[in-house]
């Protein structure tokens, strides 16, 4: 597969991919504009995301009200970075409590909201400032304590340090 469209395809043919129950409109409104990023037309399509989600949003928000970030819930947080190319870091802000009744997602195969389920929240700074959006991530994370409240449904078999040590 070398192009979008040849996701897009094999998704409405693939019987496992649950289509049109599980929608492809984003593609679809990408592909529906009949180029792609090696077209000029590109060009100006990003330069309009660039400032509407720059100037007029995000960015211009954080230069023009002399902020280093912006905090928003990790729900939210992949668009806009996504839009300007920004960076954003998520950590853990909570988790549902104990009495929560599980409501599995749209489609019942996975599960939206359980006991015990985290939840995070997100810093979104501008371009090039990930070193200050880990130094508050990680200063929130001290603070606050909360990835210590959550207890893994499932723990790991193996560890990250297991696989890396073998391959050594």
């Known amino acids: ?15 496992l991919e ?3 129950e599980r929608d492809t ?3 679809d409104a990408s592909l529906a504009l009949g180029f792609n990023n090696t077209d000029p037309r590109f060009w100006a399509a990003y330069q309009e995301n660039i400032y509407l989600a720059g100037p007029l949003g995000v960015t211009g928000a954080l230069k023009n009200h002399s902020l280093d970030a912006l905090i928003l819930p990790t729900e939210f947080s992949p668009n806009f ?6 960076p954003v870091v998520t950590v853990p802000l ?7 009744t599980i409501v599995p997602n749209g489609f019942g195969d996975l ?4 006991p015990n389920l985290p939840f995070g929240i997100s810093f979104m700074g501008p371009r090039w400032s990930e070193e200050m959006l880990i130094g508050l991530a ?3 994370e001290q603070r ?7 207890v893994p449904y499932i723990l790991p078999a193996t560890e990250l340090a297991d696989v890396v040590a073998k391959r050594r």
């Open 138 to 140: 990680y200063a929130f």
């Open 144 to 150: 606050t304590k909360v990835r210590d409240t959550v």
């Open 94 to 100: 909570g988790k549902y409590p104990a009495n929560t």
């Open 81 to 86: 970075p996504a839009l300007i190319g920004s």
């Open 25 to 27: 409109l984003v593609w």
């Open 18 to 20: 649950d289509w049109p």
């Open 1 to 15: 597969m070398k192009f979008l469209s040849d996701v897009q395809n094999f998704t409405h043919a693939f019987p």
């Open 111 to 114: 599960t939206a909201i359980a």
